[in-house]
Antibody
Framework: EVQLVESGGGLVKPGGSLRLSCAAS????????MNWVRQAPGKGLEWVSS????????YYADSVKGRFTISRDNAKNSLYLQMNSLRAEDTAVYYC????????????WGQGTLVTVSS | QSALTQPRSVSGSPGQSVTISCTGT?????????VSWYQQHPGKAPKLMIY???KRPSGVPDRFSGSKSGNTASLTISGLQAEDEADYYC?????????FGGGTKLTVL
């Protein structure tokens, strides 16, 4: 069974940093691109970042470019999101998502981890 | 990276059909056959309902169907059921690579 489990969320002050993790199981993690998608309270889904299977290709939304860094450790079946210079507008539930059975969509999602940026 | 445009809300009675539109540009919806649709119930993670414009993942009822014409994609839900009440989001490959719609709240009357 495919499982994605996020961790690392919490309360952080504006300007602070946080590192999110996503532990993957039930599939060959090293073969698939992975993504972070976030959802601000009461708002819609927003794609944040994507990383290819071998980390050769990395993409960011304009809203986080230069502040967030996506990475992965295929040996540990883990995906990461390093978030620096956090702003109030980064407050959201952050989901780890992947296209495993389906290539060009997100067919598996984690349960999400809440990041709150507030003083 | 502008969000795709969806109606804020749609509604229908049980047994009826509803269609949710998703309008983009030739750089996203119109340029690729990689439109997907997600259902999200309150407090839950999104669930994939349609991918590649019109394909259904295993386990998704055939009451859910997708289509595309030009820069606009559509999700049609026929034979509405109470459990279909949820938020629905479209998503398209855009080269950058992904963009979501703003979401549509479906109310089953």
């Amino acid at each position: 069974e495919v499982q994605l489990v996020e961790s690392g969320g919490g309360l952080v002050k504006p300007g602070g940093s946080l590192r999110l993790s996503c532990a993957a199981s039930g599939f060959t993690f090293s073969s698939y691109s992975m993504n972070w998608v976030r959802q601000a309270p009461g708002k819609g889904l927003e794609w944040v970042s994507s990383i290819s299977s071998s980390s050769s290709y990395i993409y960011y939304a304009d809203s986080v470019k230069g502040r967030f860094t996506i990475s992965r450790d295929n040996a540990k079946n883990s995906l990461y999101l390093q978030m620096n210079s956090l702003r109030a507008e980064d407050t959201a539930v952050y989901y780890c998502a992947g296209g495993v059975v389906v290539v060009a969509a997100f067919d598996y999602w984690g349960q999400g981890t809440l990041v709150t940026v507030s003083s | 990276q502008s969000a795709l445009t969806q109606p804020r809300s749609v509604s229908g009675s049980p047994g009826q059909s509803v269609t949710i539109s998703c309008t983009g540009t030739s750089s996203d919806v119109g340029g690729y056959n990689y439109v997907s649709w997600y259902q999200q119930h309150p407090g839950k993670a999104p669930k994939l309902m349609i991918y590649d414009v019109s394909k259904r993942p295993s386990g998704v009822p055939d009451r859910f169907s997708g289509s595309k014409s030009g820069n606009t994609a559509s999700l049609t839900i026929s034979g509405l059921q109470a459990e279909d009440e949820a938020d629905y989001y479209c998503c398209s490959y855009a080269g950058s690579p992904w963009v979501f719609g703003g979401g549509t709240k479906l109310t089953v009357l």
